[in-house]
């Protein structure tokens, strides 16, 4: 595995990545039902 | 003793770079708070969407210009090679900003600035939250600091309240829960959208860098909300096109963002984003301050004064608290800990990184500027004039006065954070 997908690998398990990603979605669906 | 442990960064050098991070927080909240004055100049009736993506689109040829300026192109494309997973991060953090700020827009018009800005002022506590778990700031802190950055930070929030009460001028539209979820969602959109800012400070990416890509992220969230907005490309245009006159206005007003932008990302390299995130918020006072005096907002509401008084007080004690509560060598170490864990888990260089953290430059030594850099700093210029050119300057009455301190005031500040910035780190 090239050092590019472990690093993508490694993006994917860490719950720090998540969390963002989570909190994105839910502004989103906070924007769509205000709106 | 540990072979991997790093190597403590001396003390003298880290007081200096605690410093400096200090003094970008300050530098960074004028302005932030500066960069409302523009956007004044916008009387016409245009959709506060619209008004937004053309502000980011400022803000995206500023962050494209500027580190082409200060750095160059060729320093950010090191800085992708060493840690290209981070651009991931840059994009989902402009995206994160731009859902927040349209929220933000929401928020006013339904409950007032009044309440909705306290609410997503909170953003500074929940970045305290964020780099207690995840990036070991204030570990090992001691008590005393932690009372000086977590009462600084509720202290501040108080005093926000307070201005923002004051200053008030939008009456609630009938929709307050739905207001209140909007301010409070922009509140942890802001808040959270530190974790990649710190993770990529840790990591080693320059901010420079790290903004490029961000406004990428923040362009096009932002484009797709104004589509959606508008009813799709055409309407929004067309919308544009009406407004062609005032749009410059809000390109300065997204420029200058950038700029105060620029020192806040520092601040959360150097002084953590618990420390970084409530200094910035001092942007709110500045912002109170162009109002009253350059614009002449509060004239004849004598009743607010001593609110505004009380409320400034709170924020300047606040910040003051938090500014003196900087980070010790053990608490330093400790973020060392978490980067050297960064560098670990993406298999970044640990020099790299080292270096990064203590504000040296990291690859090959800088360069002269190339064509790509002109080439991106002519083109920002020439929008930047393009739209100069079909301004319309409004009838307004400002206090000239006022205005020269203030622009003094925040150029000052530029000028010697700039300059200890440069000095200490060299823009690293």
Redesign the interface.
Known sequence: MG??A???A??LR?P??W???A??V???L??Q??? | MDPLAPTPVDAARLRRLQVVGLACGFTAGAWLGAAEAPTKMVTLGISPVVISLMMVVGVFLARWSLPALLRGTAAIGDDVRQA??LV??AV??G??WA??N??TI?AIK?IGLAIAFPLWNSNSLLGIV?GFV?FNELRGAGWARWAGVLGGALVMFAGAGLLATASSTQAPSG?AW??V??AL??G??WG??Y??YR?AYLTGMNPLSFVTFFSIGELAMMGA?AIG?RGGVVPLVAELGRARDVLFWLLCGGFVWVVGDLFQQYAAKYVGISRGIPLSNTNQLWGLAWGILVFGELKGAGTALPQVIAGSLCMAAGAVAIALATATAGEHRRWQDAARREGT???IDPAYTRAALSGEATGAPRGRRRWLDWSIMIAATAVFVGFAMVARVPELAVNGGALVGLVVASLALLGGSGYALWRVTGFN
């Open positions: 050092l590019a472990q690093r993508l490694a993006m860490d720090q990545f969390v963002p990603v909190v994105l839910g502004g989103l906070v924007l039902w205000i709106r | 290209p997973h991931v991060w989902l953090a995206c994160l859902v927040a349209t929220l929401f339904d964020w995840f929709h739905r207001g979820a909007a969602a922009a942890v959109l959270t959208m974790i990649p993770k909300i907005d888990r993406y298999g």
